[in-house]
Protein backbone atom coordinates (compact mmCIF):
# COMPACT_ATOMS: atom_id res chain seq x y z
CA UNK A 1 0.00 0.00 0.00
CA UNK A 2 1.58 3.59 -0.99
CA UNK A 3 1.45 5.61 2.31
CA UNK A 4 2.65 8.77 2.92
CA UNK A 5 0.37 11.57 0.77
CA UNK A 6 0.05 13.76 3.89
CA UNK A 7 -1.89 16.47 1.85
CA UNK A 8 -4.39 16.06 -0.72
CA UNK A 9 -7.88 17.06 -1.86
CA UNK A 10 -10.05 14.63 -0.69
CA UNK A 11 -9.34 12.51 2.22
CA UNK A 12 -11.33 9.64 2.95
CA UNK A 13 -11.98 7.96 6.41
CA UNK A 14 -12.62 4.25 6.19
CA UNK A 15 -10.89 1.86 3.26
CA UNK A 16 -14.48 -0.13 3.20
CA UNK A 17 -16.89 -0.76 0.09
CA UNK A 18 -18.40 2.54 0.18
CA UNK A 19 -14.86 4.59 0.76
CA UNK A 20 -13.05 2.46 -2.00
CA UNK A 21 -15.21 3.74 -4.52
CA UNK A 22 -15.85 6.92 -3.70
CA UNK A 23 -12.13 7.30 -3.61
CA UNK A 24 -11.44 5.67 -7.19
CA UNK A 25 -14.39 7.62 -8.53
CA UNK A 26 -12.24 10.88 -7.24
CA UNK A 27 -9.26 9.85 -8.64
CA UNK A 28 -10.63 8.94 -12.30
CA UNK A 29 -11.45 12.64 -11.92
CA UNK A 30 -8.31 13.96 -11.20
CA UNK A 31 -8.50 14.75 -7.57
CA UNK A 32 -5.60 13.89 -5.13
CA UNK A 33 -7.09 11.20 -2.96
CA UNK A 34 -5.97 9.29 0.51
CA UNK A 35 -7.68 6.94 1.85
CA UNK A 36 -7.11 6.29 6.02
CA UNK A 37 -7.92 2.68 6.91
CA UNK A 38 -8.09 1.94 10.74
CA UNK A 39 -7.38 -1.62 10.13
CA UNK A 40 -4.10 -3.47 8.70
CA UNK A 41 -5.90 -4.38 5.34
CA UNK A 42 -8.78 -2.62 3.49
CA UNK A 43 -12.05 -4.74 2.35
CA UNK A 44 -12.26 -6.79 5.94
CA UNK A 45 -15.90 -6.85 5.54
CA UNK A 46 -16.35 -7.90 1.88
CA UNK A 47 -13.55 -10.43 2.27
CA UNK A 48 -16.52 -11.97 4.81
CA UNK A 49 -19.67 -11.41 3.07
CA UNK A 50 -21.98 -13.45 1.33
CA UNK A 51 -20.27 -16.72 2.83
CA UNK A 52 -16.89 -15.77 1.52
CA UNK A 53 -18.63 -15.01 -2.26
CA UNK A 54 -19.69 -11.68 -1.56
CA UNK A 55 -23.52 -11.20 -2.36
CA UNK A 56 -22.08 -7.96 -4.67
CA UNK A 57 -25.58 -6.50 -5.47
CA UNK A 58 -29.31 -7.23 -5.85
CA UNK A 59 -30.75 -6.94 -9.36
CA UNK A 60 -34.52 -5.89 -7.88
CA UNK A 61 -32.49 -3.13 -5.87
CA UNK A 62 -35.25 -0.42 -5.22
CA UNK A 63 -35.68 2.16 -2.45
CA UNK A 64 -38.10 0.09 -0.21
CA UNK A 65 -35.65 -2.60 0.09
CA UNK A 66 -34.24 0.26 2.89
CA UNK A 67 -35.13 1.09 5.88
CA UNK A 68 -33.97 4.56 6.99
CA UNK A 69 -36.00 7.70 9.11
CA UNK A 70 -36.37 9.40 5.41
CA UNK A 71 -37.10 6.57 2.72
CA UNK A 72 -37.07 9.25 0.17
CA UNK A 73 -32.78 10.05 0.92
CA UNK A 74 -32.00 7.10 -0.86
CA UNK A 75 -33.40 7.40 -3.98
CA UNK A 76 -31.60 10.03 -5.79
CA UNK A 77 -27.94 7.79 -5.63
CA UNK A 78 -29.63 4.28 -6.31
CA UNK A 79 -30.63 5.66 -9.48
CA UNK A 80 -27.54 7.57 -10.46
CA UNK A 81 -25.47 4.34 -9.76
CA UNK A 82 -27.19 0.94 -10.80
CA UNK A 83 -26.98 -2.72 -10.03
CA UNK A 84 -25.78 -2.86 -13.85
CA UNK A 85 -23.10 -0.02 -13.49
CA UNK A 86 -21.69 -2.46 -10.88
CA UNK A 87 -22.08 -5.94 -12.94
CA UNK A 88 -20.50 -4.22 -15.86
CA UNK A 89 -17.42 -3.02 -13.31
CA UNK A 90 -17.30 -6.92 -12.16
CA UNK A 91 -17.37 -8.17 -15.83
CA UNK A 92 -14.56 -5.68 -16.83
CA UNK A 93 -12.39 -6.91 -13.96
CA UNK A 94 -13.26 -10.41 -15.83
CA UNK A 95 -14.95 -11.48 -12.61
CA UNK A 96 -17.03 -14.83 -12.55
CA UNK A 97 -20.53 -14.77 -11.25
CA UNK A 98 -23.99 -16.15 -11.00
CA UNK A 99 -27.39 -15.40 -9.50
CA UNK A 100 -28.38 -17.61 -6.24
CA UNK A 101 -31.94 -16.65 -5.67
CA UNK A 102 -34.19 -13.83 -5.88
CA UNK A 103 -31.39 -11.22 -7.78
CA UNK A 104 -28.67 -11.82 -5.46
CA UNK A 105 -25.66 -12.29 -7.47
CA UNK A 106 -22.13 -13.46 -5.75
CA UNK A 107 -18.69 -14.63 -7.10
CA UNK A 108 -18.47 -18.08 -8.25
CA UNK A 109 -14.73 -17.96 -6.39
CA UNK A 110 -14.08 -15.27 -3.76
CA UNK A 111 -14.87 -12.42 -2.49
CA UNK A 112 -11.26 -11.16 -2.51
CA UNK A 113 -11.63 -10.96 -5.87
CA UNK A 114 -14.06 -7.46 -5.45
CA UNK A 115 -11.94 -6.56 -2.82
CA UNK A 116 -8.86 -6.99 -5.75
CA UNK A 117 -11.36 -5.23 -8.17
CA UNK A 118 -11.95 -2.07 -5.53
CA UNK A 119 -8.06 -2.00 -5.01
CA UNK A 120 -6.59 -2.02 -8.53
CA UNK A 121 -9.67 0.53 -9.64
CA UNK A 122 -7.96 2.61 -6.79
CA UNK A 123 -4.74 2.29 -8.09
CA UNK A 124 -5.89 3.09 -11.55
CA UNK A 125 -7.32 6.22 -10.06
CA UNK A 126 -4.14 7.13 -8.63
CA UNK A 127 -5.43 7.19 -4.75
CA UNK A 128 -3.16 6.58 -2.07
CA UNK A 129 -4.01 4.10 0.73
CA UNK A 130 -2.35 4.36 4.15
CA UNK A 131 -4.09 0.66 6.38
CA UNK A 132 -2.95 0.87 10.20
CA UNK A 133 -3.78 4.27 10.89
CA UNK A 134 -4.78 5.55 14.29
CA UNK A 135 -6.68 8.36 14.39
CA UNK A 136 -7.14 10.81 17.56
CA UNK A 137 -8.83 14.24 16.27
CA UNK A 138 -10.06 16.00 13.22
CA UNK A 139 -10.69 19.16 13.09
CA UNK A 140 -11.62 21.91 11.03
CA UNK A 141 -8.91 24.79 10.19
CA UNK A 142 -10.49 27.18 8.50
CA UNK A 143 -10.00 26.06 5.01
CA UNK A 144 -9.33 22.31 5.04
CA UNK A 145 -9.86 19.77 7.21
CA UNK A 146 -7.00 18.12 9.36
CA UNK A 147 -7.02 14.28 11.06
CA UNK A 148 -4.33 14.30 13.85
CA UNK A 149 -3.36 10.15 13.40
CA UNK A 150 -0.95 8.02 15.68
CA UNK A 151 0.87 8.55 12.04
CA UNK A 152 1.17 12.20 11.63
CA UNK A 153 -1.04 14.72 10.28
CA UNK A 154 -3.34 14.66 6.94
CA UNK A 155 -4.70 17.30 5.67
CA UNK A 156 -7.57 17.85 2.80
CA UNK A 157 -10.06 20.17 2.08
CA UNK A 158 -12.83 17.48 1.30
CA UNK A 159 -13.19 14.35 4.25
CA UNK A 160 -15.21 11.49 3.75
CA UNK A 161 -16.48 9.56 6.14
CA UNK A 162 -17.41 6.00 5.16
CA UNK A 163 -16.21 4.20 8.87
CA UNK A 164 -19.33 2.12 8.01
CA UNK A 165 -21.64 0.32 11.40
CA UNK A 166 -20.55 -0.75 14.54
CA UNK A 167 -21.53 -4.77 13.50
CA UNK A 168 -18.11 -7.01 14.14
CA UNK A 169 -16.08 -5.18 15.88
CA UNK A 170 -13.43 -7.52 15.45
CA UNK A 171 -12.89 -6.81 11.45
CA UNK A 172 -12.25 -3.22 12.53
CA UNK A 173 -16.19 -1.33 13.27
CA UNK A 174 -15.99 1.62 15.39
CA UNK A 175 -17.90 4.44 16.35
CA UNK A 176 -15.32 7.08 14.70
CA UNK A 177 -17.83 7.80 12.14
CA UNK A 178 -21.06 8.84 15.03
CA UNK A 179 -18.38 11.05 16.61
CA UNK A 180 -17.40 12.96 14.18
CA UNK A 181 -21.02 13.44 13.16
CA UNK A 182 -21.78 14.44 16.58
CA UNK A 183 -18.74 16.95 16.52
CA UNK A 184 -19.87 18.84 13.54
CA UNK A 185 -23.41 19.47 14.81
CA UNK A 186 -25.49 16.14 13.01
CA UNK A 187 -28.31 14.68 14.95
CA UNK A 188 -27.96 10.71 14.97
CA UNK A 189 -30.75 8.08 15.24
CA UNK A 190 -30.36 5.15 17.75
CA UNK A 191 -28.25 2.84 16.64
CA UNK A 192 -28.88 -1.19 16.99
CA UNK A 193 -27.80 -4.58 15.62
CA UNK A 194 -29.62 -5.37 12.31
CA UNK A 195 -29.99 -8.87 10.06
CA UNK A 196 -29.16 -10.87 13.25
CA UNK A 197 -30.08 -13.73 15.19
CA UNK A 198 -33.07 -13.80 17.66
CA UNK A 199 -31.65 -15.19 20.60
CA UNK A 200 -34.62 -17.25 23.70
CA UNK A 201 -34.07 -17.91 27.03
CA UNK A 202 -35.83 -19.66 29.49
CA UNK A 203 -38.66 -22.09 28.25
CA UNK A 204 -38.67 -21.39 24.69
CA UNK A 205 -35.29 -22.14 24.62
CA UNK A 206 -35.44 -25.69 26.48
CA UNK A 207 -38.08 -26.49 24.12
CA UNK A 208 -36.38 -25.51 21.15
CA UNK A 209 -32.76 -26.21 21.45
CA UNK A 210 -33.28 -29.58 20.39
CA UNK A 211 -34.12 -28.75 16.88
CA UNK A 212 -30.86 -27.35 16.48
CA UNK A 213 -29.90 -27.70 12.57
CA UNK A 214 -33.61 -27.97 11.07
CA UNK A 215 -34.59 -25.39 8.98
CA UNK A 216 -37.73 -24.93 6.90
CA UNK A 217 -39.13 -22.63 4.94
CA UNK A 218 -41.28 -19.95 6.52
CA UNK A 219 -43.12 -16.71 6.60
CA UNK A 220 -42.79 -14.43 9.38
CA UNK A 221 -43.99 -11.14 10.60
CA UNK A 222 -43.73 -8.59 12.86
CA UNK A 223 -46.55 -5.37 12.47
CA UNK A 224 -47.06 -5.15 9.05
CA UNK A 225 -43.71 -6.22 7.69
CA UNK A 226 -43.63 -9.93 6.01
CA UNK A 227 -40.53 -12.14 4.69
CA UNK A 228 -40.50 -15.36 3.27
CA UNK A 229 -37.57 -17.46 3.21
CA UNK A 230 -35.96 -20.17 5.50
CA UNK A 231 -35.90 -20.02 9.38
CA UNK A 232 -33.08 -22.10 11.12
CA UNK A 233 -33.44 -22.93 14.68
CA UNK A 234 -29.66 -22.89 16.60
CA UNK A 235 -28.44 -23.51 20.31
CA UNK A 236 -29.17 -20.18 20.71
CA UNK A 237 -32.71 -19.30 19.13
CA UNK A 238 -33.74 -18.38 15.46
CA UNK A 239 -32.01 -17.96 12.69
CA UNK A 240 -31.66 -18.46 9.01
CA UNK A 241 -32.58 -15.84 6.39
CA UNK A 242 -36.23 -15.05 7.08
CA UNK A 243 -35.29 -14.17 10.65
CA UNK A 244 -32.25 -12.13 9.84
CA UNK A 245 -34.30 -9.99 7.53
CA UNK A 246 -37.45 -9.35 10.35
CA UNK A 247 -34.81 -8.88 13.27
CA UNK A 248 -34.36 -5.10 11.13
CA UNK A 249 -37.63 -4.34 11.73
CA UNK A 250 -38.36 -5.73 15.75
CA UNK A 251 -37.81 -4.49 18.91
CA UNK A 252 -37.34 -5.58 22.60
CA UNK A 253 -40.33 -7.39 23.73
CA UNK A 254 -41.98 -7.52 20.82
CA UNK A 255 -43.52 -10.96 19.73
CA UNK A 256 -42.90 -12.57 16.08
CA UNK A 257 -45.36 -14.35 14.23
CA UNK A 258 -44.56 -17.17 12.40
CA UNK A 259 -46.61 -19.19 9.43
CA UNK A 260 -44.68 -22.42 9.37
CA UNK A 261 -47.05 -23.86 6.69
CA UNK A 262 -46.40 -20.60 4.16
CA UNK A 263 -48.64 -21.13 0.98
CA UNK A 264 -51.06 -23.91 2.73
CA UNK A 265 -54.14 -23.46 4.11
CA UNK A 266 -53.67 -26.08 7.37
CA UNK A 267 -57.15 -25.89 8.39
CA UNK A 268 -58.85 -26.77 5.29
CA UNK A 269 -56.47 -29.47 4.74
CA UNK A 270 -56.64 -30.71 8.09
CA UNK A 271 -60.67 -30.66 8.05
CA UNK A 272 -60.39 -32.68 4.63
CA UNK A 273 -58.50 -35.49 5.74
CA UNK A 274 -60.35 -35.68 8.94
CA UNK A 275 -64.04 -35.75 6.67
CA UNK A 276 -61.84 -38.58 4.68
CA UNK A 277 -62.05 -40.77 7.85
CA UNK A 278 -58.15 -40.33 7.72
CA UNK A 279 -56.42 -42.57 10.52
CA UNK A 280 -52.95 -41.50 10.31
CA UNK A 281 -51.68 -39.51 13.57
CA UNK A 282 -51.29 -36.27 13.36
CA UNK A 283 -47.65 -36.23 14.26
CA UNK A 284 -47.55 -38.46 10.55
CA UNK A 285 -50.00 -35.84 8.81
CA UNK A 286 -47.38 -32.68 9.79
CA UNK A 287 -44.07 -35.08 9.51
CA UNK A 288 -44.99 -34.95 6.04
CA UNK A 289 -45.66 -31.01 5.79
CA UNK A 290 -42.64 -29.96 8.37
CA UNK A 291 -39.31 -31.29 9.08
CA UNK A 292 -40.19 -34.47 11.10
CA UNK A 293 -38.14 -33.27 14.31
CA UNK A 294 -40.37 -30.37 14.32
CA UNK A 295 -43.44 -32.23 13.72
CA UNK A 296 -42.57 -34.81 16.61
CA UNK A 297 -41.81 -31.93 19.09
CA UNK A 298 -45.08 -29.64 18.58
CA UNK A 299 -47.24 -32.74 19.21
CA UNK A 300 -45.59 -33.54 22.12
CA UNK A 301 -45.30 -29.78 23.81
CA UNK A 302 -48.58 -28.60 22.03
CA UNK A 303 -50.89 -30.94 20.81
CA UNK A 304 -52.27 -33.90 21.69
CA UNK A 305 -51.50 -36.60 19.46
CA UNK A 306 -54.04 -39.20 18.17
CA UNK A 307 -55.61 -40.00 15.00
CA UNK A 308 -56.63 -37.02 12.69
CA UNK A 309 -60.51 -38.58 12.16
CA UNK A 310 -61.05 -38.43 16.12
CA UNK A 311 -60.48 -34.70 16.20
CA UNK A 312 -63.34 -32.40 16.17
CA UNK A 313 -63.27 -29.30 13.68
CA UNK A 314 -62.57 -26.72 16.13
CA UNK A 315 -59.66 -28.37 17.56
CA UNK A 316 -58.07 -29.01 14.06
CA UNK A 317 -58.62 -25.33 13.10
CA UNK A 318 -56.87 -24.47 16.15
CA UNK A 319 -53.95 -26.67 15.50
CA UNK A 320 -54.09 -24.90 12.12
CA UNK A 321 -54.11 -22.07 13.62
CA UNK A 322 -51.24 -22.41 16.29
CA UNK A 323 -49.10 -23.67 13.29
CA UNK A 324 -49.53 -21.21 10.78
CA UNK A 325 -49.69 -18.37 13.70
CA UNK A 326 -46.80 -19.52 15.59
CA UNK A 327 -45.88 -16.48 18.24
CA UNK A 328 -42.59 -16.29 19.96
CA UNK A 329 -40.96 -13.19 22.01
CA UNK A 330 -37.43 -13.30 21.34
CA UNK A 331 -35.41 -12.36 24.53
CA UNK A 332 -32.65 -10.18 22.01
CA UNK A 333 -30.55 -10.63 19.26
CA UNK A 334 -26.89 -11.89 18.98
CA UNK A 335 -25.95 -8.34 18.77
CA UNK A 336 -23.79 -6.73 17.25
CA UNK A 337 -21.40 -9.53 17.07
CA UNK A 338 -22.70 -11.27 14.49
CA UNK A 339 -24.81 -8.67 12.62
CA UNK A 340 -24.71 -7.58 9.33
CA UNK A 341 -25.61 -4.00 9.43
CA UNK A 342 -25.98 -1.13 11.91
CA UNK A 343 -29.50 0.20 11.86
CA UNK A 344 -29.67 4.06 12.28
CA UNK A 345 -26.67 5.96 12.64
CA UNK A 346 -25.81 9.79 10.81
CA UNK A 347 -29.45 11.52 10.65
CA UNK A 348 -30.24 11.66 6.51
CA UNK A 349 -31.46 15.19 7.09
CA UNK A 350 -28.23 16.95 7.90
CA UNK A 351 -27.16 15.20 4.69
CA UNK A 352 -27.33 16.20 0.99
CA UNK A 353 -29.11 13.12 -0.89
CA UNK A 354 -27.46 13.89 -4.53
CA UNK A 355 -23.58 15.07 -3.05
CA UNK A 356 -23.51 13.19 0.56
CA UNK A 357 -22.10 16.64 1.72
CA UNK A 358 -23.05 17.58 5.04
CA UNK A 359 -25.42 20.88 5.60
CA UNK A 360 -23.43 21.51 8.74
CA UNK A 361 -20.39 21.16 7.34
CA UNK A 362 -19.41 22.03 3.64
CA UNK A 363 -16.47 19.76 3.02
CA UNK A 364 -17.61 17.03 4.93
CA UNK A 365 -18.97 13.96 3.65
CA UNK A 366 -20.95 10.88 4.77
CA UNK A 367 -21.62 7.63 2.84
CA UNK A 368 -22.41 4.13 3.33
CA UNK A 369 -23.80 2.22 6.11
CA UNK A 370 -22.62 4.96 8.63
CA UNK A 371 -25.53 7.24 7.57
CA UNK A 372 -28.89 6.22 8.56
CA UNK A 373 -30.28 3.95 5.72
CA UNK A 374 -29.74 -0.02 6.03
CA UNK A 375 -30.49 -2.17 3.37
CA UNK A 376 -32.50 -5.94 3.71
CA UNK A 377 -30.86 -8.78 3.56
CA UNK A 378 -29.60 -9.77 -0.15
CA UNK A 379 -26.83 -7.58 -1.94
CA UNK A 380 -28.73 -4.62 -1.20
CA UNK A 381 -26.20 -3.19 1.60
CA UNK A 382 -23.61 -3.25 -1.32
CA UNK A 383 -25.30 -2.09 -3.51
CA UNK A 384 -25.91 1.16 -1.18
CA UNK A 385 -22.11 1.58 -0.53
CA UNK A 386 -21.40 1.66 -4.27
CA UNK A 387 -24.04 4.00 -4.97
CA UNK A 388 -23.55 6.43 -2.28
CA UNK A 389 -19.59 6.09 -3.05
CA UNK A 390 -20.25 7.13 -6.02
CA UNK A 391 -22.69 9.96 -6.12
CA UNK A 392 -19.98 11.18 -3.32
CA UNK A 393 -16.60 10.29 -5.07
CA UNK A 394 -18.60 12.07 -8.25
CA UNK A 395 -19.28 15.50 -5.70
CA UNK A 396 -15.81 15.91 -4.14
C1 LIG B 1 -20.63 -11.08 8.07
C2 LIG B 1 -21.18 -10.06 7.12
C3 LIG B 1 -21.59 -10.45 5.87
C4 LIG B 1 -22.14 -9.51 4.99
N1 LIG B 1 -22.53 -9.92 3.76
C5 LIG B 1 -23.06 -9.01 2.90
C6 LIG B 1 -23.40 -9.39 1.57
O1 LIG B 1 -23.13 -10.53 1.14
N2 LIG B 1 -23.99 -8.46 0.77
C7 LIG B 1 -24.23 -7.16 1.20
O2 LIG B 1 -24.77 -6.36 0.44
N3 LIG B 1 -23.86 -6.77 2.43
C8 LIG B 1 -23.27 -7.66 3.27
N4 LIG B 1 -22.88 -7.24 4.52
C9 LIG B 1 -23.04 -5.81 4.87
C10 LIG B 1 -21.91 -5.01 4.20
O3 LIG B 1 -20.67 -5.63 4.49
C11 LIG B 1 -21.88 -3.59 4.71
O4 LIG B 1 -23.15 -3.01 4.65
C12 LIG B 1 -20.92 -2.74 3.88
O5 LIG B 1 -19.61 -3.27 3.99
C13 LIG B 1 -20.93 -1.30 4.34
O6 LIG B 1 -19.96 -0.58 3.60
P1 LIG B 1 -19.20 0.64 4.29
O7 LIG B 1 -18.12 1.01 3.36
O8 LIG B 1 -20.17 1.66 4.71
O9 LIG B 1 -18.57 0.03 5.61
P2 LIG B 1 -17.44 -1.07 5.73
O10 LIG B 1 -17.36 -1.91 4.51
O11 LIG B 1 -17.66 -1.71 7.04
O12 LIG B 1 -16.10 -0.22 5.78
C14 LIG B 1 -15.79 0.65 6.83
C15 LIG B 1 -14.30 0.75 6.91
O13 LIG B 1 -13.95 1.77 7.83
C16 LIG B 1 -12.90 1.32 8.64
N5 LIG B 1 -12.90 2.05 9.89
C17 LIG B 1 -13.81 1.96 10.90
N6 LIG B 1 -13.44 2.76 11.90
C18 LIG B 1 -12.31 3.39 11.52
C19 LIG B 1 -11.46 4.32 12.16
N7 LIG B 1 -11.70 4.75 13.40
N8 LIG B 1 -10.37 4.78 11.48
C20 LIG B 1 -10.10 4.33 10.22
N9 LIG B 1 -10.85 3.41 9.58
C21 LIG B 1 -11.97 2.95 10.23
C22 LIG B 1 -13.16 -0.17 8.80
O14 LIG B 1 -12.02 -0.88 9.19
C23 LIG B 1 -13.65 -0.52 7.41
O15 LIG B 1 -12.60 -0.90 6.55
C24 LIG B 1 -22.29 -8.15 5.39
C25 LIG B 1 -21.84 -7.77 6.64
C26 LIG B 1 -21.28 -8.70 7.50
C27 LIG B 1 -20.79 -8.25 8.84
Redesign the pocket.
Known sequence: MVSGARDSQVLV???????LMCAATAGYRGKTVTV????NR?????L???GGR??FTNTGTAPDNFLSRNPHFCKSALARYRPSDFIGLVERHGIAYHEKELGQLFCDESSKQIVKLLLDECDWAGVHIATG?A?SSIRFAGDRFEVETAQGIYRAEKLVV????L??PSM???G?GYQIARQFGHALIDTRAGLVPFTLSGKPLEQYAELAGVALPIAVRVGGTEFRNALLFTHRGLSGPAILQISSYWSLGQAIDIDLLPGRDAGVELIALQQQGHKAELKTVLAEWLPKRLAQLLCTAFFSNKPVNQYKHAELRDIAYALQHWRITPSGTEGYRTA??TLGGVDTEGVSSSSFESKHQPGLYFI???LDVT?HLG?????W?WASGHAAGSAV
Open positions: IGGGAAGLEGSCGKKIMSGCNIIATGGSIGASLEVGEVGGYNFQA
